[in-house]
């Protein structure tokens, strides 16, 4: 299923970047696409976290939402501050807890972290990520821990 899926998704992207749709260049692109996952299965890099495709459907019902309005909202509150003449910032390097076990879970968890404008991961470790954070509501923000909850939630199981 991983293969088929990759397989997929490499030649959609390959069908968005050409914008050519006779039958010989998507037969290309579709024998590129199996290519490159051959290869790829062959150097085994097409694994559970390379390709999380047991992530797909709840990410996208749950989770991409609510990272995608947390985003707006932390983008609007850095407009706010940068416009703001005395520029209110009160930057601190915070650790943050992590609760998930998987590499793949504390990867989404730190990027989700990155994503949200005025926070960047710092440095990632088993059970704790080290943040900047512009602001010390941002930080508190962080660590109440719902963003932890809600990726721990979706990783589910192992």
């Known amino acids: ?4 899926s990759t397989s997929l998704v490499l030649f959609v992207f390959w069908l968005l970047l050409s914008g050519y749709f006779t039958p010989f260049l998507v037969s290309v692109g579709l024998a590129s696409a199996v290519a490159v996952v051959a290869f790829a299965r062959r150097m085994e890099v097409v694994d559970r976290e390379g390709h999380p495709v047991h992530l797909g459907p709840r990410a996208m019902l749950t989770y991409w939402p609510w ?15 940068i416009v703001h003449p005395r520029l209110p910032i009160s930057p601190a ?7 998930q076990k998987t590499d793949l879970g504390r990867m989404v ?3 989700s972290i990155t994503l949200t404008p005025g926070t960047i991961s710092v440095r990632v470790g088993r059970g704790e990520i080290l943040v900047h954070a512009l602001t010390a509501d941002t930080a508190e923000a962080l660590c109440a821990g719902e ?11 192992p």
């Open 93 to 99: 390097l915070i650790t943050v807890k992590s609760t």
């Open 147 to 157: 963003m932890d909850r809600r990726v721990t939630r979706l990783e589910g199981e």
């Open 109 to 111: 968890f730190a990027n």
């Open 1 to 4: 299923m991983r293969l088929v």
């Open 67 to 81: 990272l995608i309005k947390e985003i707006v909202k932390s983008a609007w509150d850095v407009s706010r501050i």
